[in-house]
């Protein structure tokens, strides 16, 4: 199997059962495991493979606790839309999906939801053991000129919306990204050092050399890093290796698909949306073959409806 296009893939992939046998292979490396109780004791069945644990002998599939775990949907057409949703450098949006792979918005919609928590980072990323660093914050949101009248802030209170609606600001993304390495996102309330130091000390080990831009909640970092900023207020962007030009280019990325193919993110879904962008760029060099295998290894995480749609979050 080498494929490099969606044609290729849908070639090599003609029917169930060849999904079926590559994606246990990916899984369980050929031996079934119950994902119910961890057993390795198991047998085939008609629909898939039974326990012989006599504590669980439950029956599964190699869709149970994945991604596709009660899907209705073929893994034929999952893994159309996992090779889209992961080779389109700024996305591709659940109506475009929809017409490509002839299903529903709404379920395109929940397969690409799926798909980003399947592209979720497991474990939090050290970086800048050997690397330069670069920190930097986005605010995501339409610019106050664009809005229509009743969703402007009011002169009065710039608190409230001409409907006397509470003002909602633009929504704050922190970004840490290696020079020729990877990125780490995160959304978070504000751009306040109790928000922003936390983030930086989690995935940067101290020591280690930090560049950002002059704004005061990074003054702090020269107690713990090498850190030196680039006076952006000056028209100074560049000063020797001292500059934030490599998050600047992931932020417009990040920004012509967040505007250009979604449109909108609410809040509640903007931490996903991140989890997305951020693995396709982790993953760029990558060929299309090997970023789908490695994705589908970190498939086992569930996601139902019910709980994408939970005003709790």
């Not at 031996?31 to 198991?42: D, F, I, N």
């Not at 109506?95 to 379920?107: H, S, Y």
């Not at 330069?132 to 009065?156: F, P, Q, T």
Request: a positive charge; hydrophobic letters at 30%.
């Amino acid at each position: 199997m080498n494929f490099k296009s969606l044609p290729q893939l849908l070639d090599y992939f003609k029917d169930e059962n060849t999904c079926i046998e590559y994606y246990e292979q990916i899984r369980w490396n050929g031996t079934p495991v119950c994902p119910h109780c961890g057993s390795e004791r198991t047998y085939k069945t008609n629909r898939g493979h039974k326990c012989a644990n006599s504590e669980c002998y439950k029956k599964f599939t190699v869709k149970v606790g994945t991604i596709f775990h009660g899907s209705k949907i073929s893994l034929r057409i999952w893994f159309a839309a996992i090779f889209l949703a992961t080779t389109h450098k700024k996305g591709i949006s659940s109506v475009q999906l929809a017409l490509d792979l002839g299903i529903t918005q709404k379920t395109a919609w929940f397969v690409l939801h799926r798909i980003r928590e399947m592209l979720k980072d497991k474990a939090p990323q050290v970086l800048g053991k050997d690397k330069m660093v670069e920190v930097d914050e986005a605010y995501i949101g339409g610019r106050e000129k664009n809005k229509h009248i009743n969703k402007r802030r009011s002169l009065e209170d710039k608190n409230f919306t001409n409907e006397g609606k509470p003002y909602t600001p633009k929504k704050t993304v922190v970004g840490i990204i290696e020079r020729n390495g990877n990125v780490v996102l995160k959304h978070v309330p504000n751009s306040e050092l109790r928000n922003m130091g936390a983030f930086i000390a989690r995935h940067v080990p101290q020591g280690s050399t930090i560049y950002s831009d002059e704004a005061p909640v990074y003054n702090h970092l020269k107690k713990y890093y090498t850190h030196e900023s680039v006076k952006h207020a000056l028209n100074i962007y560049v000063d020797g290796q001292v500059h934030t030009n490599t998050i600047e280019n992931f932020w417009s990325v990040l920004k012509r698909g967040l505007y250009g193919i979604y449109h909108q993110v609410s809040e509640k879904h903007l931490e996903r949306y991140l989890d997305e962008f951020a693995a396709r760029f982790n993953t760029r060099s990558l060929s299309s073959q090997e970023r789908f295998e490695k994705f589908l290894v970190d498939s086992e995480s569930t996601l139902s409806y019910k709980k994408l749609i939970s005003t709790v979050y």
